[in-house]
Protein backbone atom coordinates (compact mmCIF):
# COMPACT_ATOMS: atom_id res chain seq x y z
CA UNK A 1 0.00 0.00 0.00
CA UNK A 2 1.62 3.10 -1.29
CA UNK A 3 1.47 5.82 1.70
CA UNK A 4 0.67 9.34 1.49
CA UNK A 5 3.15 11.89 1.78
CA UNK A 6 2.52 13.50 5.37
CA UNK A 7 3.26 9.86 6.15
CA UNK A 8 6.23 9.00 3.76
CA UNK A 9 7.60 11.90 5.17
CA UNK A 10 6.67 10.93 8.77
CA UNK A 11 9.08 7.76 8.36
CA UNK A 12 12.11 9.48 6.37
CA UNK A 13 12.28 11.78 9.54
CA UNK A 14 11.80 8.51 12.10
CA UNK A 15 14.80 6.99 9.72
CA UNK A 16 17.18 9.70 9.75
CA UNK A 17 16.84 10.14 13.20
CA UNK A 18 17.86 6.86 13.74
CA UNK A 19 20.51 6.24 11.52
CA UNK A 20 21.69 9.79 12.82
CA UNK A 21 21.97 8.47 16.40
CA UNK A 22 23.75 5.31 15.47
CA UNK A 23 26.36 7.33 13.94
CA UNK A 24 26.84 9.65 16.60
CA UNK A 25 27.25 6.68 19.08
CA UNK A 26 30.38 5.76 16.57
CA UNK A 27 31.32 9.71 16.36
CA UNK A 28 31.69 10.11 19.98
CA UNK A 29 34.37 7.33 20.43
CA UNK A 30 35.90 9.57 17.29
CA UNK A 31 39.85 11.64 18.48
CA UNK A 32 40.32 15.04 18.54
CA UNK A 33 42.32 15.03 15.18
CA UNK A 34 39.63 12.49 13.41
CA UNK A 35 36.84 15.17 14.38
CA UNK A 36 39.14 17.97 12.97
CA UNK A 37 39.98 16.11 9.84
CA UNK A 38 36.81 15.56 8.74
CA UNK A 39 35.42 19.13 9.94
CA UNK A 40 38.42 21.09 7.46
CA UNK A 41 37.03 18.62 4.57
CA UNK A 42 33.89 19.39 5.14
CA UNK A 43 34.72 23.54 5.02
CA UNK A 44 37.10 23.00 2.20
CA UNK A 45 34.65 20.87 -0.20
CA UNK A 46 31.89 23.95 1.16
CA UNK A 47 34.21 26.65 -0.16
CA UNK A 48 34.61 25.01 -3.40
CA UNK A 49 31.01 24.75 -4.43
CA UNK A 50 30.05 28.38 -2.90
CA UNK A 51 29.47 29.85 -6.24
CA UNK A 52 27.39 27.11 -7.76
CA UNK A 53 25.10 27.07 -4.75
CA UNK A 54 25.25 30.66 -4.55
CA UNK A 55 23.82 31.30 -7.81
CA UNK A 56 21.34 27.55 -7.06
CA UNK A 57 20.11 29.59 -4.44
CA UNK A 58 19.55 33.01 -5.77
CA UNK A 59 17.39 31.04 -8.54
CA UNK A 60 15.17 29.56 -6.32
CA UNK A 61 14.29 32.08 -4.27
CA UNK A 62 14.87 34.69 -6.22
CA UNK A 63 15.99 36.43 -3.11
CA UNK A 64 19.56 38.98 -2.79
CA UNK A 65 22.56 38.63 -4.94
CA UNK A 66 24.12 35.72 -6.05
CA UNK A 67 27.65 37.27 -5.75
CA UNK A 68 27.14 38.38 -2.00
CA UNK A 69 25.36 34.81 -1.37
CA UNK A 70 29.14 33.50 -2.64
CA UNK A 71 30.78 35.11 -0.19
CA UNK A 72 28.85 33.72 2.56
CA UNK A 73 28.83 30.53 1.37
CA UNK A 74 32.83 31.04 1.73
CA UNK A 75 32.76 33.16 5.13
CA UNK A 76 30.08 30.03 6.18
CA UNK A 77 32.42 27.53 5.39
CA UNK A 78 36.60 28.77 5.25
CA UNK A 79 36.42 31.87 8.02
CA UNK A 80 33.81 29.74 10.41
CA UNK A 81 36.14 26.82 10.65
CA UNK A 82 39.37 29.40 10.80
CA UNK A 83 37.59 30.00 13.75
CA UNK A 84 36.96 26.63 15.47
CA UNK A 85 39.85 24.66 14.10
CA UNK A 86 41.66 25.23 17.12
CA UNK A 87 39.01 24.60 19.51
CA UNK A 88 39.60 21.81 21.92
CA UNK A 89 35.63 20.21 21.96
CA UNK A 90 36.70 16.13 22.35
CA UNK A 91 37.66 14.72 25.81
CA UNK A 92 39.64 16.38 28.25
CA UNK A 93 39.36 19.96 27.23
CA UNK A 94 41.02 21.91 29.85
CA UNK A 95 42.62 20.95 32.93
CA UNK A 96 44.09 23.67 35.74
CA UNK A 97 46.12 21.84 38.07
CA UNK A 98 46.39 24.71 40.59
CA UNK A 99 42.28 24.48 41.07
CA UNK A 100 42.51 21.09 40.41
CA UNK A 101 39.48 21.10 38.25
CA UNK A 102 39.84 19.40 34.75
CA UNK A 103 36.90 19.83 32.06
CA UNK A 104 35.55 17.14 29.54
CA UNK A 105 33.42 17.87 26.56
CA UNK A 106 30.34 15.72 26.07
CA UNK A 107 28.56 16.28 22.59
CA UNK A 108 24.73 16.43 23.05
CA UNK A 109 23.87 13.97 20.17
CA UNK A 110 21.44 14.59 17.26
CA UNK A 111 20.69 17.88 16.69
CA UNK A 112 18.11 19.14 14.13
CA UNK A 113 18.72 22.09 12.44
CA UNK A 114 16.06 24.95 11.01
CA UNK A 115 17.13 26.04 7.59
CA UNK A 116 15.64 29.67 6.40
CA UNK A 117 15.32 30.44 2.67
CA UNK A 118 17.06 33.81 2.90
CA UNK A 119 20.34 31.54 3.53
CA UNK A 120 20.36 28.45 2.61
CA UNK A 121 23.15 27.35 1.49
CA UNK A 122 25.36 28.70 3.72
CA UNK A 123 23.08 28.10 7.09
CA UNK A 124 23.83 24.19 6.26
CA UNK A 125 27.58 24.67 5.57
CA UNK A 126 28.22 26.66 8.86
CA UNK A 127 25.63 24.45 11.25
CA UNK A 128 27.35 21.11 9.45
CA UNK A 129 30.83 22.53 10.95
CA UNK A 130 29.79 23.64 14.42
CA UNK A 131 27.83 20.41 15.14
CA UNK A 132 29.97 18.13 13.40
CA UNK A 133 33.18 19.62 15.35
CA UNK A 134 31.09 19.13 18.81
CA UNK A 135 30.85 15.63 18.22
CA UNK A 136 27.15 15.49 17.39
CA UNK A 137 25.07 14.24 14.24
CA UNK A 138 22.82 16.51 12.52
CA UNK A 139 19.83 16.47 10.49
CA UNK A 140 18.44 19.47 8.36
CA UNK A 141 14.97 20.56 7.89
CA UNK A 142 14.96 22.95 4.80
CA UNK A 143 12.57 25.58 4.16
CA UNK A 144 10.34 24.61 1.32
CA UNK A 145 11.01 27.84 -0.89
CA UNK A 146 14.62 26.46 -0.75
CA UNK A 147 14.72 22.51 -0.98
CA UNK A 148 16.84 22.17 -3.94
CA UNK A 149 20.00 24.43 -2.83
CA UNK A 150 19.10 23.29 0.20
CA UNK A 151 19.66 19.51 -0.99
CA UNK A 152 22.32 20.79 -2.88
CA UNK A 153 24.39 21.92 0.17
CA UNK A 154 23.11 18.83 2.43
CA UNK A 155 25.05 16.55 -0.16
CA UNK A 156 27.99 18.77 -0.73
CA UNK A 157 28.55 17.98 3.37
CA UNK A 158 27.12 14.64 3.43
CA UNK A 159 29.42 13.40 0.54
CA UNK A 160 32.60 15.31 2.19
CA UNK A 161 32.09 13.88 5.80
CA UNK A 162 31.82 10.21 4.43
CA UNK A 163 35.11 10.79 2.06
CA UNK A 164 36.91 11.89 5.31
CA UNK A 165 35.91 8.93 7.55
CA UNK A 166 32.66 9.96 9.17
CA UNK A 167 29.89 7.43 9.70
CA UNK A 168 27.26 7.51 7.56
CA UNK A 169 23.93 9.54 8.65
CA UNK A 170 25.83 12.14 10.68
CA UNK A 171 24.99 14.55 8.66
CA UNK A 172 21.85 14.22 6.64
CA UNK A 173 18.54 16.09 5.50
CA UNK A 174 14.76 15.54 5.15
CA UNK A 175 14.29 15.47 1.33
CA UNK A 176 9.98 15.03 2.04
CA UNK A 177 9.03 18.32 3.04
CA UNK A 178 5.72 18.40 4.95
CA UNK A 179 4.78 20.17 8.62
CA UNK A 180 4.61 16.66 9.89
CA UNK A 181 8.13 15.66 9.39
CA UNK A 182 9.62 18.88 10.98
CA UNK A 183 7.40 18.07 13.89
CA UNK A 184 8.47 14.45 14.02
CA UNK A 185 12.46 15.86 14.06
CA UNK A 186 11.85 18.15 16.40
CA UNK A 187 9.21 16.25 19.12
CA UNK A 188 11.84 12.76 18.85
CA UNK A 189 12.88 11.74 22.21
CA UNK A 190 16.18 10.66 20.63
CA UNK A 191 16.89 14.43 19.51
CA UNK A 192 18.76 16.50 21.88
CA UNK A 193 18.70 20.10 20.60
CA UNK A 194 17.18 21.90 17.96
CA UNK A 195 19.38 24.93 15.89
CA UNK A 196 17.01 26.93 14.52
CA UNK A 197 17.07 29.65 12.65
CA UNK A 198 14.34 31.01 10.18
CA UNK A 199 10.85 32.77 10.37
CA UNK A 200 9.14 33.49 13.87
CA UNK A 201 6.57 30.97 13.79
CA UNK A 202 8.75 28.07 13.42
CA UNK A 203 11.15 29.44 15.98
CA UNK A 204 7.73 29.18 18.20
CA UNK A 205 7.16 25.86 17.36
CA UNK A 206 10.41 24.37 18.02
CA UNK A 207 9.97 26.29 21.86
CA UNK A 208 6.96 25.04 21.92
CA UNK A 209 8.04 21.13 21.07
CA UNK A 210 9.27 20.23 24.57
CA UNK A 211 13.13 19.81 22.98
CA UNK A 212 15.97 22.40 24.03
CA UNK A 213 16.08 24.70 21.71
CA UNK A 214 19.08 27.54 20.41
CA UNK A 215 17.45 29.86 18.02
CA UNK A 216 18.28 33.08 16.51
CA UNK A 217 15.61 36.15 16.40
CA UNK A 218 14.07 38.89 14.62
CA UNK A 219 16.63 42.15 14.17
CA UNK A 220 15.47 45.51 14.23
CA UNK A 221 18.77 47.17 14.28
CA UNK A 222 18.99 50.84 14.76
CA UNK A 223 22.52 52.84 13.19
CA UNK A 224 23.13 55.79 15.50
CA UNK A 225 25.18 58.35 13.91
CA UNK A 226 26.46 60.29 16.84
CA UNK A 227 28.00 63.90 15.88
CA UNK A 228 31.63 62.85 16.40
CA UNK A 229 31.44 60.03 13.60
CA UNK A 230 33.10 59.85 10.27
CA UNK A 231 30.28 60.48 8.59
CA UNK A 232 31.25 59.65 4.73
CA UNK A 233 32.59 56.46 6.18
CA UNK A 234 29.55 56.16 8.07
CA UNK A 235 26.84 56.38 5.91
CA UNK A 236 28.92 54.32 3.49
CA UNK A 237 29.04 51.48 6.22
CA UNK A 238 25.77 51.36 6.61
CA UNK A 239 24.57 51.31 2.57
CA UNK A 240 27.55 48.33 1.98
CA UNK A 241 25.79 46.71 5.23
CA UNK A 242 21.86 47.26 3.58
CA UNK A 243 22.94 46.51 0.10
CA UNK A 244 24.80 43.21 1.18
CA UNK A 245 22.75 40.41 -0.30
CA UNK A 246 19.61 43.14 -0.29
CA UNK A 247 19.42 43.04 2.84
CA UNK A 248 18.35 39.79 4.09
CA UNK A 249 20.68 39.03 7.08
CA UNK A 250 18.96 39.90 10.14
CA UNK A 251 21.98 41.85 12.09
CA UNK A 252 21.48 44.70 9.12
CA UNK A 253 20.32 47.98 9.85
CA UNK A 254 16.78 48.91 10.00
CA UNK A 255 16.47 52.71 10.62
CA UNK A 256 19.02 55.90 10.70
CA UNK A 257 19.34 57.82 13.54
CA UNK A 258 20.97 60.98 13.45
CA UNK A 259 21.54 64.05 15.81
CA UNK A 260 20.01 67.20 14.14
CA UNK A 261 23.43 69.23 14.47
CA UNK A 262 24.79 67.12 11.17
CA UNK A 263 21.77 65.72 9.70
CA UNK A 264 22.56 68.52 6.51
CA UNK A 265 26.30 66.08 6.33
CA UNK A 266 24.14 63.16 7.11
CA UNK A 267 21.59 64.19 3.93
CA UNK A 268 24.19 64.99 1.62
CA UNK A 269 26.11 61.90 2.00
CA UNK A 270 22.77 59.29 1.11
CA UNK A 271 22.04 61.37 -1.58
CA UNK A 272 25.52 61.31 -2.86
CA UNK A 273 26.29 57.74 -2.17
CA UNK A 274 22.90 56.73 -3.80
CA UNK A 275 19.91 56.74 -1.36
CA UNK A 276 16.41 57.94 -2.71
CA UNK A 277 14.82 59.88 0.03
CA UNK A 278 11.21 59.09 -0.19
CA UNK A 279 8.46 61.79 -0.03
CA UNK A 280 5.33 61.51 2.08
CA UNK A 281 3.42 59.42 -0.34
CA UNK A 282 6.18 57.61 -1.59
CA UNK A 283 6.44 56.71 1.75
CA UNK A 284 2.84 55.40 2.30
CA UNK A 285 2.87 53.59 -0.68
CA UNK A 286 6.13 51.04 -0.15
CA UNK A 287 4.43 50.94 3.67
CA UNK A 288 1.33 49.58 2.35
CA UNK A 289 2.98 46.95 0.59
CA UNK A 290 5.83 45.78 3.14
CA UNK A 291 4.25 44.30 5.81
CA UNK A 292 1.07 41.53 5.09
CA UNK A 293 -2.14 42.11 6.83
CA UNK A 294 -1.34 40.04 9.71
CA UNK A 295 1.52 42.21 10.37
CA UNK A 296 4.25 39.62 9.36
CA UNK A 297 7.08 40.58 6.31
CA UNK A 298 5.86 40.47 2.82
CA UNK A 299 8.03 37.77 1.62
CA UNK A 300 7.09 38.84 -2.38
CA UNK A 301 9.69 42.27 -0.83
CA UNK A 302 12.16 40.06 0.51
CA UNK A 303 15.90 40.62 -0.57
CA UNK A 304 14.82 42.59 -3.79
CA UNK A 305 16.40 45.93 -4.80
CA UNK A 306 15.49 48.99 -4.18
CA UNK A 307 14.33 50.08 -8.44
CA UNK A 308 12.46 46.84 -7.86
CA UNK A 309 10.73 47.95 -4.48
CA UNK A 310 10.08 51.02 -6.03
CA UNK A 311 8.41 49.61 -8.98
CA UNK A 312 6.02 47.18 -7.01
CA UNK A 313 5.13 50.46 -4.98
CA UNK A 314 4.30 52.41 -7.68
CA UNK A 315 6.89 54.88 -8.49
CA UNK A 316 10.00 55.12 -10.23
CA UNK A 317 13.57 55.83 -8.47
CA UNK A 318 17.29 56.03 -10.51
CA UNK A 319 18.26 52.45 -11.25
CA UNK A 320 21.18 53.31 -9.56
CA UNK A 321 19.63 54.05 -6.09
CA UNK A 322 21.37 52.04 -3.54
CA UNK A 323 18.60 52.26 -0.41
CA UNK A 324 15.07 53.62 -0.42
CA UNK A 325 14.95 55.98 2.90
CA UNK A 326 11.98 57.40 4.79
CA UNK A 327 11.58 59.96 7.34
CA UNK A 328 9.83 59.26 10.07
CA UNK A 329 8.82 60.93 13.67
CA UNK A 330 6.88 57.41 14.96
CA UNK A 331 7.48 54.02 16.17
CA UNK A 332 4.97 51.61 16.52
CA UNK A 333 4.03 47.84 15.33
CA UNK A 334 2.09 49.42 12.49
CA UNK A 335 4.92 51.58 11.21
CA UNK A 336 7.09 49.04 8.62
CA UNK A 337 9.31 51.32 8.98
CA UNK A 338 10.40 50.90 12.91
CA UNK A 339 10.45 47.03 12.08
CA UNK A 340 12.36 44.48 10.99
CA UNK A 341 12.85 45.35 6.62
CA UNK A 342 14.72 42.24 5.15
CA UNK A 343 15.38 44.89 1.84
CA UNK A 344 17.36 47.99 1.06
CA UNK A 345 14.77 49.78 3.03
CA UNK A 346 15.42 52.37 6.27
CA UNK A 347 13.30 54.84 8.36
CA UNK A 348 15.55 57.79 8.96
CA UNK A 349 15.10 59.44 12.69
CA UNK A 350 16.35 63.30 13.20
CA UNK A 351 16.95 63.67 17.32
CA UNK A 352 17.83 66.87 18.80
CA UNK A 353 20.88 65.07 20.88
CA UNK A 354 22.48 61.97 21.48
CA UNK A 355 19.89 61.98 24.99
CA UNK A 356 16.85 61.78 22.52
CA UNK A 357 18.89 59.36 19.96
CA UNK A 358 19.33 56.65 23.11
CA UNK A 359 15.01 57.32 23.74
CA UNK A 360 14.54 56.95 20.18
CA UNK A 361 16.81 53.86 20.02
CA UNK A 362 14.91 52.04 22.85
CA UNK A 363 11.82 52.51 21.40
CA UNK A 364 12.59 50.60 18.29
CA UNK A 365 14.01 48.20 19.88
CA UNK A 366 11.40 47.66 22.40
CA UNK A 367 8.95 47.54 19.14
CA UNK A 368 10.87 44.69 18.02
CA UNK A 369 14.53 42.98 17.93
CA UNK A 370 15.24 43.16 21.49
CA UNK A 371 18.26 41.64 22.41
CA UNK A 372 19.27 41.77 19.01
CA UNK A 373 22.12 43.88 17.38
CA UNK A 374 22.40 48.23 17.12
CA UNK A 375 25.42 49.93 16.29
CA UNK A 376 27.07 53.31 16.45
CA UNK A 377 29.03 55.48 14.39
CA UNK A 378 31.60 57.57 16.78
CA UNK A 379 34.49 58.73 17.44
CA UNK A 380 33.77 59.35 21.58
CA UNK A 381 34.43 55.86 23.17
CA UNK A 382 32.26 57.48 26.19
CA UNK A 383 29.28 56.90 24.13
CA UNK A 384 30.23 53.61 23.03
CA UNK A 385 30.70 52.61 26.96
CA UNK A 386 26.84 54.06 27.74
CA UNK A 387 25.13 52.22 25.12
CA UNK A 388 27.17 48.84 26.54
CA UNK A 389 26.11 49.28 29.66
CA UNK A 390 22.71 50.30 29.14
CA UNK A 391 20.75 49.05 25.74
CA UNK A 392 18.88 45.99 25.39
CA UNK A 393 21.18 43.99 22.59
CA UNK A 394 23.56 41.56 22.86
CA UNK A 395 26.03 42.92 19.83
CA UNK A 396 26.81 46.74 19.91
CA UNK A 397 28.40 47.18 16.72
CA UNK A 398 30.87 50.08 16.25
CA UNK A 399 31.97 51.79 12.87
CA UNK A 400 31.43 48.87 10.74
CA UNK A 401 28.47 47.49 8.37
CA UNK A 402 25.97 45.99 10.78
CA UNK A 403 25.10 42.81 8.38
CA UNK A 404 28.80 41.83 8.55
CA UNK A 405 29.82 43.35 11.36
CA UNK A 406 27.14 41.33 13.57
CA UNK A 407 27.96 37.74 12.19
CA UNK A 408 31.73 38.31 13.06
CA UNK A 409 32.75 39.24 9.14
CA UNK A 410 34.24 42.19 9.53
CA UNK A 411 34.36 42.12 13.78
CA UNK A 412 36.50 39.60 15.88
CA UNK A 413 32.81 38.44 17.28
CA UNK A 414 32.23 34.39 16.72
CA UNK A 415 31.61 33.78 13.14
CA UNK A 416 27.90 32.83 13.29
CA UNK A 417 24.92 32.79 11.34
CA UNK A 418 22.46 31.79 14.08
CA UNK A 419 23.04 35.03 16.40
CA UNK A 420 21.31 34.94 19.32
CA UNK A 421 19.03 37.27 21.47
CA UNK A 422 19.09 35.75 25.21
CA UNK A 423 15.95 36.10 27.46
CA UNK A 424 15.14 39.40 26.06
CA UNK A 425 14.51 37.86 22.46
CA UNK A 426 12.67 34.92 24.13
CA UNK A 427 15.80 32.89 23.28
CA UNK A 428 17.93 30.67 25.09
CA UNK A 429 21.76 32.07 24.10
CA UNK A 430 22.38 35.56 23.67
CA UNK A 431 25.60 34.12 22.16
CA UNK A 432 27.11 34.13 18.14
CA UNK A 433 26.49 30.18 18.30
CA UNK A 434 29.17 28.38 17.82
CA UNK A 435 30.65 24.53 18.73
CA UNK A 436 31.13 25.17 22.66
CA UNK A 437 27.48 25.90 22.52
CA UNK A 438 26.68 22.37 21.10
CA UNK A 439 28.45 20.85 23.82
CA UNK A 440 27.88 19.93 27.65
CA UNK A 441 31.04 19.64 29.60
CA UNK A 442 31.38 17.46 32.18
CA UNK A 443 32.85 18.98 35.94
CA UNK A 444 36.19 16.99 37.32
CA UNK A 445 36.82 18.57 41.07
CA UNK A 446 39.85 17.54 43.30
CA UNK A 447 38.78 18.30 47.23
CA UNK A 448 40.94 20.90 48.49
CA UNK A 449 39.56 21.79 51.71
CA UNK A 450 38.25 19.50 54.49
CA UNK A 451 34.77 20.49 56.56
CA UNK A 452 36.72 21.08 59.52
CA UNK A 453 38.64 24.06 57.68
CA UNK A 454 35.03 25.09 56.25
CA UNK A 455 33.82 25.57 60.07
CA UNK A 456 37.12 27.91 61.33
CA UNK A 457 36.08 31.14 60.26
CA UNK A 458 38.76 33.09 58.49
CA UNK A 459 40.26 36.23 59.93
CA UNK A 460 39.81 39.09 57.57
CA UNK A 461 42.95 41.11 57.07
CA UNK A 462 42.86 45.05 57.60
CA UNK A 463 44.64 47.06 54.96
CA UNK A 464 46.98 50.06 56.08
CA UNK A 465 43.80 52.34 54.52
CA UNK A 466 41.47 51.26 56.93
CA UNK A 467 39.66 49.00 54.47
CA UNK A 468 39.33 45.37 54.75
CA UNK A 469 41.27 43.79 52.56
CA UNK A 470 39.95 40.81 49.95
CA UNK A 471 41.48 37.23 50.57
CA UNK A 472 41.80 34.86 47.73
CA UNK A 473 39.85 31.96 48.87
CA UNK A 474 42.15 29.18 47.00
CA UNK A 475 45.60 30.48 48.17
CA UNK A 476 44.69 32.13 51.19
CA UNK A 477 46.03 30.41 54.49
CA UNK A 478 43.68 28.09 56.32
CA UNK A 479 42.18 29.47 59.82
CA UNK A 480 44.36 28.57 63.59
CA UNK A 481 42.94 25.39 64.46
CA UNK A 482 42.30 27.74 67.34
CA UNK A 483 39.72 29.92 66.00
CA UNK A 484 36.60 30.27 67.72
CA UNK A 485 33.10 28.71 66.30
CA UNK A 486 30.07 31.30 66.02
CA UNK A 487 28.56 28.75 68.59
CA UNK A 488 31.59 29.50 70.78
CA UNK A 489 31.98 33.10 70.48
CA UNK A 490 31.32 34.87 73.73
CA UNK A 491 29.39 37.42 71.91
CA UNK A 492 26.65 34.86 71.49
CA UNK A 493 27.68 32.65 74.49
CA UNK A 494 26.53 35.08 77.03
CA UNK A 495 29.63 34.57 78.80
CA UNK A 496 29.93 38.36 78.87
CA UNK A 497 28.45 41.25 77.35
CA UNK A 498 30.30 42.51 74.73
CA UNK A 499 30.21 45.44 72.44
CA UNK A 500 31.41 45.83 68.60
CA UNK A 501 34.39 48.81 68.89
CA UNK A 502 33.25 51.35 66.31
CA UNK A 503 36.28 51.35 64.73
CA UNK A 504 35.80 47.62 64.13
CA UNK A 505 32.42 48.10 62.31
CA UNK A 506 33.48 51.43 60.22
CA UNK A 507 36.34 48.71 59.04
CA UNK A 508 34.35 46.70 57.65
CA UNK A 509 31.87 49.25 56.49
CA UNK A 510 28.67 48.06 58.23
CA UNK A 511 27.67 50.07 61.14
CA UNK A 512 24.55 47.98 62.35
CA UNK A 513 27.10 46.55 64.91
CA UNK A 514 28.40 49.89 66.30
CA UNK A 515 26.42 50.07 69.63
CA UNK A 516 24.96 46.52 69.63
CA UNK A 517 25.95 44.60 73.42
CA UNK A 518 25.44 40.90 72.93
CA UNK A 519 22.68 39.41 75.21
CA UNK A 520 22.80 35.73 76.31
CA UNK A 521 22.03 32.55 73.71
CA UNK A 522 22.60 29.45 75.22
CA UNK A 523 24.86 27.46 73.77
CA UNK A 524 25.26 23.01 73.65
CA UNK A 525 27.57 21.25 75.74
CA UNK A 526 29.10 20.13 72.80
CA UNK A 527 29.55 19.99 68.96
CA UNK A 528 25.90 18.55 68.23
CA UNK A 529 23.82 21.04 67.22
CA UNK A 530 20.18 20.70 66.04
CA UNK A 531 17.59 22.53 64.63
CA UNK A 532 15.98 23.83 66.84
CA UNK A 533 19.12 25.52 68.64
CA UNK A 534 19.92 26.91 65.05
CA UNK A 535 16.74 28.68 64.74
CA UNK A 536 16.73 30.05 68.46
CA UNK A 537 20.18 31.38 67.60
CA UNK A 538 19.22 33.18 64.45
CA UNK A 539 16.04 34.34 65.65
CA UNK A 540 18.25 36.12 67.94
CA UNK A 541 20.94 37.45 66.21
CA UNK A 542 18.15 38.72 63.74
CA UNK A 543 16.50 40.09 65.97
CA UNK A 544 19.13 41.79 67.45
CA UNK A 545 20.47 43.28 64.06
CA UNK A 546 17.17 44.48 62.44
CA UNK A 547 16.81 48.32 62.11
Given at each position: ?21 E ?10 E ?45 Q ?39 N ?34 I ?14 GI ?6 L ?41 G ?27 G ?76 L ?64 L ?63 E ?58 R ?35
Amino acid sequence: MMLDKDLQSIQEARELVKNAKEAQRQFAKFTQEQVDKIVAHIAEEAARHAEPLAKSAHQETGFGRWQDKVLKNLFASTQVHEHISRIRTVGIISEDPVKKVIEVGVPLGVITALVPSTNPTSTIFYKTLIALKAGNAIIFSPHPNAKVCSQQAIEVVKRAALEAGAPAGIVDGVTLLTMQATETLMKSKDVSLILATGGEGMVRAAYASGTPTISGGPGNGPAFIERSADIPQAVKDIITSKTFDNGVICASEQSIIAERCIYEQVHHELIRQGAYLMNEQESQQLASILLRPNGMINPDLVGQCASTLAEKAGFNVPVTTTVLVSPQTTVSPKNPYSREKLCPVLGLYIEDDWNAACERVMALLTNEGMGHTLVIHTQNPDIVRNFALEKPVFRILVNTPAALGGIGATTNLTPALTLGCGALGGGSSSDNVGPMNLLNVRKVGYGVRSIEELRQPKSVPVASHGVAAVTDPVSAPVASAQSVSIFEDTRFTGTKPSVVPAATANAIGDDRFSTVTATSVATPANDDINEAQVERIIKQVLGRIAP
